[in-house]
């Protein structure tokens, strides 16, 4: 379905649970439901099953535990860039926690649904549950592209893994692809995203995933943190083939995710324009459109006569013309008819025939 950047490319299907991503395959979308479930099991099953009615493909949270990720005296209560954070980071990462004893009950609660329910691990044993759970495909967060080591972990697992490069250099990339196919893993697609919550649309740069997709040689998508549904739609004209997007019941609810995240209605809209936009971009062979059938006649010309014409008299100028509609013999040959013989009377206006007009 999505465009295709030559044969060089040796681009081909990969499996995310029972579903088959890649450029001939309809795109895959992520609801990142992230810490937006606010701390109730409830509210997370809720979320999950209002992305299922938004047309997600999987509802996908985070876990981690704050004393594996955070170090205690790492960061001040109050940084720069989250100034606005009226708790420390720590606590603030404390909140966002999704028990790890949810994670089976919310695996078969989207089962049951039919929506791949996924997390990003950032923890070993993290790991460990998502396989426990079967989870479909590992997606890593954009902070850990050179914790290669937890790279390696998650390689071994052989499944399909969604890595993205946010705030990433095409060295890192390249040396996270490196270890990951090293350990004989390479179902890896590369998702474009820059980790500024919202990001500002003129950093978005959706032709750098198209840069990595000439580069790496792997299916690509986007990770989006922008504003709206403008950056997931245009990624997916350029190639996407997973999007992922925040998700929320509602935009105003406090929270580090909320402001960020789109609210069902919204991502039901984005869902329903990458759909369209789908069936829109074709399969990129030129051809005549069945819609086009009838207007290709209507709009194209033939050789007609325009005044009455003698058996045996030439054609020129004068008595022939190129005129819509096209049902006779096609304007491109009006040049080959000049000076031939009408084999018959003719009265004017008449739509030119090959072989029963003239000789």
């Not at 943190?225 to 925040?246: N, Q, R, T």
Request: glycine fraction near 6%; include cysteine.
């Amino acid at each position: 379905m999505n465009i295709r950047y030559g044969k060089s490319l040796k681009l081909s299907s990969l499996r995310i649970g029972n579903k088959l991503v890649g450029e001939k395959h309809p795109c895959y979308i992520i609801a990142e439901i992230g810490s937006n479930f606010d701390g109730s099991l409830i509210k997370a099953k809720k979320l999950i099953k209002l992305a299922k009615q938004a047309g997600a493909d999987c509802a996908k949270f985070q876990s981690f535990l704050t004393k594996e990720l955070l170090s205690p005296t790492g960061f001040k209560d109050k940084i720069t860039f989250q100034a606005k954070w009226k708790k420390s980071v720590w606590n603030i990462y404390e909140d966002a926690e999704l028990p790890r004893k949810w994670h089976k009950d919310l695996s078969r609660y989207a089962d049951t649904l039919g929506i791949h329910f996924m997390f990003t691990p950032y923890d070993y044993a993290a790991v460990d549950i998502l396989e426990e759970n079967k989870t479909p495909a590992y997606k890593i967060g954009s902070g850990d592209i050179t914790y290669l080591d937890f790279l390696k972990y998650i390689a071994r697992k052989r499944k399909t893994i969604l890595l993205p490069t946010g705030a990433s250099t095409i060295t890192e990339i390249r040396k996270a692809i490196n270890i990951i196919k090293k350990e004989g893993n390479n179902k890896i697609i590369l998702l474009q995203s820059v980790t500024q919550y919202p990001t500002p649309i003129d950093e978005a740069n959706i032709n750098a995933m198209v840069t990595l997709k000439k580069k790496f040689h792997y299916d690509v998508g986007y990770s989006d943190h922008s504003p709206g549904i403008l950056i997931p739609i245009a990624s997916v004209a350029l190639g996407a083939c997973v999007i992922e997007k925040h998700f929320t019941d509602n935009p105003k609810n406090l929270g580090p995710d909320h402001p960020h995240s789109l609210d069902p209605t919204n991502f039901s809209d984005m869902v329903k324009k990458i759909r369209d936009l789908e069936k829109a971009l074709g399969d990129g062979i030129k051809k005549v459109e069945k819609s086009e059938k009838h207007t290709r006649i209507i709009q194209r010309r033939s050789v007609y006569t325009i005044k009455k014409i003698k058996k045996g008299e030439r054609f020129d100028h004068n008595n022939i013309k190129c005129l819509r509609p096209a049902i006779g013999v096609s304007a491109s040959k009006f040049n080959l008819i000049l000076k031939k013989r009408a084999k018959k009377d003719l009265v004017p206006y008449l739509p030119l025939k090959e072989n029963r007009d003239y000789n």
